[in-house]
């Protein structure tokens, strides 16, 4: 059986400056200069050494694996001075047998690289490109009979579920190295056994089958296989499933389980302020916690393979999940292995995750392509790649503003989606829905999305007349007013996905008052802030029961009048001024009030039993805290 072992403490770290500190995993060298601006942090190679005691293992009947979860971007593992292997692709698990190079006592080495080359991806997009061993790193003792671990990463084992009427057929493909006979037993989630059989690829149905219902009910089995030789346990695995259908109406939108289900929801990238990408599973748990709050039921995970962990709380909770590999931003002809490498590892990896429907070949990949011909080659094979490794999904990707609806890179995966963001870097909200229209008009068969909108919001600027450009937390929120509006009279796109959930590290930005970030988040960086925009998805997609009153920290206001407006997936409002009731409005999502605007404001929103409270006061002179001081920046990033 499997002995598994995390070696996370006390590593040797040789930085960028040649200074050699003691560290623990997770951990990346770009922490800091990677969210500071500037577009300057190191890009090269460090090294990583520890040492460990060998595992107890019988040499003649085991091996010992070692495995890391994620390492960025490229690593080369050497052990006790021999070579173990070497891997391209930040984003992926990747193991090696280490069994003929033990010893009692080991030494390990690891070469991280992120340095700018042509091969391996991402090296050019809107993000940080964190170094480091940001991920598990754990050693593996297992029979020399066992599920296939070298196999891209994989589990081992393949779990195909199909609905049939009221009962599931369920496939069951293993590999395995070594001899054995293969035994699968299928439990339910109270840990029943439901279905049972022998061999390394069989079909099992479950009768009257649960099925995995979206974030309505989410149910989830479990596969357990088993290797016997010679009546013996040698290795055993367990994997969770979900039963469930889905397809996409290019005219009705997305359907699961038979029934109309739009996606509604958003993107997220996995780093935190001060820590980069080198994240606990307690962060995981909580960004999934605040996503589930806003009552969202899809996920983009951008812009390359996330942690098993959170494709587990995907699962778990129900979200429905757009899963894509860093091809991004630049068609690189040197890459094109990488990039085939990179989806094989996403798909081997993930592919027995209910909450996944389609893989994502590429994203914005025609900003600076120079060789079209190639790199439209290289999508359809991918596309094609993606196709034959799983029968049961789609394929998209995401095409930037200048692609174009003619263009042919749109055309070749089974969806489509765009990342537009018409209101923030050009004027006019309605060239959204002129946009949508247009594209439904020319292709009314071909499913279409957006994969990314969104605009700079800080919830440290303000305006009571807010316009493009000037990054309030106001101008943010009357975008996304505007948006989902613009959806609901667009109801047959396949999915829709907020950019982004959280702020994140974009070294090389200058916008906002606050280099090297991307501020299109709802929530910040450090997760402390809900911005406005925030309650505005919550008042519509959450049945949680709220009220919001907006602009809580634009205190200081000029003029005789306020607005104030309010948030609420509640019918009505009442809004009290210093104790009075000054108006109540009936109506859906946002409530605006006008009071007058004389001293000090003592504010309070009811909804049924739910209320916020708020302060404003006049002022004379507007606060000039609450405005973007621009500087000169050599930021060529955007607005």
């Known amino acids: 059986m499997r002995e598994i072992t995390k070696i996370m403490k006390g590593w040797e770290f ?66 006790n001075g021999s070579p173990v292997c070497n891997h391209d692709g930040g984003y992926s698990t990747f193991r090696a047998n280490i069994t003929e190079l033990l010893r009692d006592e080991n030494e390990l080495t690891v070469e991280v690289d992120n340095s700018k080359n042509d091969r391996v991806y991402p090296q050019k997009a809107d993000f940080t490109f964190y170094g480091g061993i ?101 290795d055993e695995t367990t994997t969770r499933f979900g039963v469930r259908s889905f397809k996409v ?142 029968k049961t999904r789609l394929t998209t990707l995401a095409c930037y503003a200048m692609c174009g609806p003619f263009n042919r890179s749109a055309h070749i995966t089974d969806m489509v989606s765009w990342n537009l963001y018409l209101g923030w870097y050009v004027p006019g909200f309605i060239l959204n829905d002129l946009w949508m229209g247009f594209f439904h008009l020319c292709f009314p068969n071909r499913p279409f999305g957006y994969s990314e909108y969104g605009a700079e919001g800080m919830p440290n600027l303000h305006s009571t007349h807010p316009h493009r450009g000037d990054h309030t937390e106001e101008y943010q929120a009357k975008y996304h007013e505007y948006m989902l509006r613009c959806f609901k009279r667009h109801p047959w796109m396949w999915a829709t996905h907020v950019w982004n959930m959280f702020d994140f590290a974009a070294d090389a930005r200058d916008q906002g008052g606050e280099p090297g970030m991307n501020h299109k988040g709802l929530v910040t960086f450090d997760r402390k802030t809900k911005k406005d925009s925030f309650y505005l998805y919550k008042a519509w997609w959450s049945d949680e029961a709220f009220v919001h009153i907006c602009s809580k920290r634009f205190v200081e206001r000029t003029g005789s009048t306020a607005t104030v407006k309010v948030y609420s997936n509640q019918s009505t409002v009442a809004l009290y001024v210093n104790g009075n009731k000054v108006g109540e409005q009936t109506g859906e999502h946002v409530f605006t009030f006008k009071v007058p605007l004389n001293g000090e404001l003592h504010i309070q929103a009811v909804a049924g039993d739910r209320t916020d409270e708020s302060v404003i006061r006049h002022v004379d002179t507007p606060n000039p805290e609450y405005k973007l001081h621009k500087t000169k920046s050599k930021s060529a990033n955007w607005v």
């Not at 942090?41 to 003649?60: E, K, L």
């Not at 598990?136 to 779990?159: A, E, N």
């Open 14 to 79: 040789t930085g960028p400056d040649g200074t050699t500190t003691t560290v623990d995993l997770p951990h990346t060298w770009n922490a800091r200069d990677g969210q500071d601006g500037g577009n300057d942090y190191w890009r090269g190679t460090c090294i990583y050494r520890t040492r460990f005691a060998a595992p107890q293992f019988n040499t003649a009947s085991h091996q010992v694996w070692i495995q890391f979860d994620g390492v960025n971007a490229s690593a080369h593992v050497v052990l």
């Open 134 to 234: 940001y991920r598990d790193v754990s050693l593996m003792v297992v029979s020399k009979d066992h599920f296939t671990l070298d196999y891209f990463g994989g589990p081992g084992i393949r779990i195909t579920p199909t609905v049939q009427g009221a009962d599931a057929s369920v496939q069951v493909t293993t590999w395995h190295d070594g001899e054995g006979e293969v035994s699968i037993e299928l439990l339910d989630a109270a840990g029943n056994t439901v279905a049972t059989g022998k061999g390394p690829d069989i079909t099992l149905t479950i009768f009257n089958a649960h099925l995995w219902n979206g974030v309505k009910d989410p149910y989830l089995y479990s596969c357990k296989a088993r290797l016997v030789v010679n009546g013996t346990v040698e």
């Open 249 to 390: 109406d290019p005219k009705k939108g997305f359907f699961l389980n038979g029934k109309s289900y739009p996606l509604h929801g958003v993107s997220r990238h996995q780093d935190r302020k001060g820590l980069g990408n080198a994240i606990t599973r307690e962060m995981h748990d909580e960004d999934m916690a605040l996503i589930k709050e806003i009552g969202a039921n899809t996920i983009r995970l951008a812009h390359y393979q996330h942690d098993q962990y959170f494709y587990d709380l995907c699962d778990e909770v129900g979200m429905v999940v757009w899963a894509e590999i860093p091809y991004i931003s630049e068609h690189m002809p040197n890459g094109r292995e990488n990039t085939i490498s990179q989806m094989k590892e996403l798909i081997i990896q993930n592919y027995n995750h209910p909450c996944i429907v389609c893989w994502g070949v590429s994203n914005e990949i025609t900003i600076s392509t120079k060789d079209k011909k190639d790199m439209l080659d290289n999508h359809r094979q991918l596309n094609d790649l993606c196709h034959e490794m799983d």
